[in-house]
């Protein structure tokens, strides 16, 4: 039995991604139980914020934190709306310059389609794998979130800034050339952003376990169930995959307190 706060499963970059839950007392390695039988029941809430047995509103608050904690401000989702650059304060301005005045890359991936996305430059592969892409490359590297934003917004004529979760988990993936796409991004940024250009750039790829694989798939969550369970046929993004075709978005279930217990 393993029992804790769910959190996001970290991830290491390995043939296949490799998955770990990261509880506070233990460790479950999570490929090692592809083929087995898991079940997560839900004993209660934890902010990830505030740490208070409060029900989860969003993303892993409770809906005070969701609207006051700097860990869920606009500028996350929306990287143009970044300020600390400006000594503009959204609502804990040293916690906004520690992560916004750090060097973020803007990049391709290949999730359901081509996407174009920001990211810390010392979260590349971990944000990619959380995304579920098959392949990624960076754009350009700039010293801060809000020129990051800045030039996604004006990729976004050309890419989608969106993952389709439901082809990602199955085999109904776009074809395309990242290379290719690539070429067209940069031209699309121009002079403006010419001097930030990762032109030697090289696609990283990523491999993930699946025993099987399914063409359609229907979510589950600990919102709508006290209990999730069935045979885990797979790992991809930061979904669990059964048998049955229902997937569990770990994320998406941030702050819940659990019971796991794995059999045969």
């Given at each position: 039995?393993?029992?804790?706060?769910?959190?996001?499963?970290t991830s290491i970059h390995d043939n296949p991604v490799r998955y770990i839950l990261d509880f506070d007392n233990d460790l479950l390695?999570?490929?090692?139980?592809?083929?087995?039988?898991?079940?997560?029941?839900?004993?209660?809430?934890?902010?990830?914020?505030?740490?208070?047995?409060?029900?989860?509103?969003?993303?892993?608050?409770?809906?005070?934190?969701?609207?006051?904690?700097?860990?869920?401000?606009?500028?996350?989702?929306?990287?143009?709306?970044?300020?600390?650059?400006?000594?503009?304060?959204?609502?804990?301005?040293?916690?906004?310059?520690?992560?916004?005045?750090?060097?973020?890359?803007?990049?391709?991936?290949?999730?359901?389609?081509i996407k174009v996305g920001v990211t810390r430059s010392n979260n590349m592969a971990t944000r990619w794998i959380d995304q579920g892409?098959?392949?990624?490359?960076?754009?350009?590297?700039?010293?801060?979130?809000?020129?990051?934003?800045?030039?996604?917004?004006?990729?976004?004529?050309?890419?989608?800034?969106?993952?389709?979760?439901?082809?990602?988990?199955?085999?109904?993936?776009?074809?395309?050339?990242?290379?290719?796409?690539?070429?067209?991004?940069?031209?699309?940024?121009?002079?403006?952003?010419?001097?930030?250009?990762?032109?030697?750039?090289?696609?990283?790829?990523?491999?993930?376990?699946?025993?099987?694989?399914?063409?359609?798939?229907?979510?589950?969550?600990?919102?709508?169930?006290?209990?999730?369970?069935?045979?885990?046929?797979?790992?991809?993004?930061?979904?669990?995959?059964?048998?049955?075709?229902?997937?569990?978005?770990?994320?998406?279930?941030?702050?819940?307190?659990?019971?796991?217990?794995?059999?045969?």
């Open positions: 039995m393993f029992s804790g706060v769910l959190k996001k499963m390695f999570l490929n090692q139980i592809i083929g087995k039988n898991i079940k997560i029941h839900k004993t209660g809430y934890c902010c990830l914020s505030c740490f208070e047995n409060l029900q989860i509103f969003a993303n892993g608050f409770c809906k005070k934190c969701f609207f006051e904690s700097p860990m869920s401000g606009d500028w996350i989702m929306k990287p143009e709306l970044s300020k600390a650059h400006l000594e503009i304060e959204d609502r804990d301005i040293s916690y906004e310059k520690k992560v916004q005045l750090q060097n973020h890359i803007v990049y391709l991936s290949k999730t359901s389609g892409a098959i392949e990624a490359i960076e754009l350009i590297e700039v010293p801060n979130r809000y020129l990051a934003g800045i030039a996604e917004v004006k990729l976004k004529d050309k890419f989608s800034d969106k993952t389709n979760w439901r082809k990602m988990l199955t085999s109904n993936i776009d074809e395309a050339d990242i290379m290719n796409d690539k070429k067209i991004a940069l031209d699309s940024l121009g002079s403006e952003f010419e001097e930030f250009f990762k032109t030697d750039s090289e696609v990283m790829k990523f491999n993930y376990q699946i025993d099987k694989l399914i063409d359609s798939v229907k979510s589950i969550s600990l919102k709508k169930s006290d209990n999730i369970e069935g045979k885990l046929i797979g790992i991809k993004g930061q979904y669990l995959i059964f048998d049955d075709s229902s997937v569990f978005n770990v994320r998406s279930n941030e702050g819940y307190v659990v019971d796991i217990s794995i059999s045969d």
